[in-house]
């Protein structure tokens, strides 16, 4: 935190003369020349954090990720900066080559039976909580109309799209099913690093995926019974209570760690990106794995639906953002946000409330085409670029869960 201290500000104040006459000049008044004595903050240093890795940066300290002070452990340490950089900014190509290995030899992932992907999908939500604090809440009331957009693109708009097309394409009942799962989970978390990506709002991707994820504990139960109980039988009770395990625990127990156990916090928090990279590409080539034959058999008639799924829901997310008149920034990043999906969060519950086995399916085609036209809409937009006087909030880029954070290391964070 910085230190305030008492620093003299001198200001004096001359009138302005836009040509020499030859008439005498006005003599200086005393009030046009003032010293005022006001409080100035002067940073200090910060000091050594916990361990031999200096503290990450908060949204009060814009110091950054620095380098330990031994020589050799300083360059061990930006040696894995610049590894977990790279790593973490080619996920969407992570995501797509564990999917292809696991379509050419599912063996490799056989050992990530369900108990281990549960806990997989709970270490990624423990990631988010240990970000998260009170007051990240209290920022979504200050943006409330663009996170409500974002919530209701997420809940309304992808559950009925998923619904229009399992029925456009005369999907089977399973199918169906596990279409219109798909548009009923939340967010992803992979949003947060498309978003950076493509210049988008970092922070309002952040407030995104966290109400969206923490609203699943009712919102994806409640629309399951609705849409899917008319197709399959429905757990919705049973839906809830795994929401709750893999969701709500975690990230209540990240947040209690973050208030209570901040310097152990921190001290972890510069793994985490590779970390979240790791659990999510394991998540995805089990999730293709488990479901590998009926991937390939099912062909391009399940293919073109869940494709179309993100894509259009995509599009549809920047043309309500565009209609309600928010800025360019905020419409990319709602699009992205409501393109990209937890379908690993998804096919998880189809494996454990949904006795059909079809009815995973479509989640194990959607972390694949999820990931492409996330990343694809986030290159593309990278190159296009926004105007100048549109302000970009990157207040919470360094903070936000798990892939954003070593994004930029060297630099601290922008307010």
């Not at 790593?87 to 992570?94: G, K, R, S």
């Not at 998923?162 to 005369?170: D, E, I, R, V």
């Not at 869960?401 to 994004?407: C, I, M, T, V």
Request: charge should be positive.
């Amino acid at each position: 935190m910085p230190s305030f201290a008492f620093v003299p500000s001198l200001s004096a104040r001359l009138p302005t003369r836009t040509a020499l006459r030859p008439t005498a000049l006005t003599p200086l008044r005393a009030s046009s020349f003032t010293t005022t004595l006001s409080p100035r903050p002067v940073r200090r240093r910060p000091r050594p954090s916990f361990g031999p890795i200096s503290s990450l940066a908060s949204e009060s300290d814009d110091s950054s990720i620095s380098s330990p002070t031994n020589p050799f452990i300083s360059r061990v340490w930006n040696l894995y900066v610049r590894l977990s950089t790279i790593l973490t900014n080619l996920f969407p190509l992570w995501t797509v080559l564990a999917a292809l290995s696991a379509l050419w030899k599912p063996a490799l992932y056989t050992w990530l039976t369900t108990p281990y992907f549960t806990l997989s999908l709970g270490v990624l939500m423990l990631s988010m909580g240990i970000t998260l604090s009170v007051d990240d809440f209290r920022r979504v009331f200050r943006r409330f109309g663009a996170v409500a957009i974002g919530f209701m693109g997420c809940y309304m708009l992808m559950p009925g799209l998923a619904l229009a097309l399992a029925k456009m394409f005369n999907l089977s009942p399973d199918l169906a099913a596990g279409t219109i799962l798909v548009g009923a989970v939340n967010g992803g978390q992979a949003s947060n690093l498309c978003t950076y990506i493509a210049n988008g709002n970092v922070a309002l991707s952040v407030m995104m995926t966290t109400c969206t994820t923490l609203g699943a504990i009712v919102m994806t139960p409640l629309i399951s019974k609705i849409l899917i109980g008319a197709v399959v039988p429905v757990n919705a009770v049973g839906i809830a209570w795994s929401t709750i395990q893999v969701v709500l625990f975690p990230i209540a127990l990240g947040m209690f760690l973050n208030r209570y156990a901040n310097r152990a916090v921190r001290a972890v928090l510069p793994f985490s990106p590779v970390l979240g990279v790791v659990s999510t590409c394991l998540l995805v080539g089990s999730s293709v794995a488990q479901c590998a034959q009926p991937i390939l058999q099912a062909g391009w008639n399940l293919q073109i639906p869940i494709l179309l799924l993100h894509v259009v829901g995509g599009l549809l997310g920047y043309a309500v953002m565009a209609a309600a008149g928010y800025p360019e920034i905020t419409r990319r990043t709602t699009a992205i946000e409501t393109s990209m999906k937890s379908s690993a969060f998804g096919f998880l519950l189809a494996t454990l409330h949904f006795g059909r086995y079809m009815v995973r399916v479509p989640a194990a085609v959607s972390v694949v085409w999820m990931a492409l036209v996330g990343s694809t809409m986030a290159v593309i937009w990278r190159y296009i670029p926004v105007k100048a006087n549109t302000k970009f909030d990157r207040s919470l880029a360094n903070r936000s869960n798990p892939f954003s954070r070593l994004l930029n290391p060297s630099k601290p964070a922008s307010k």
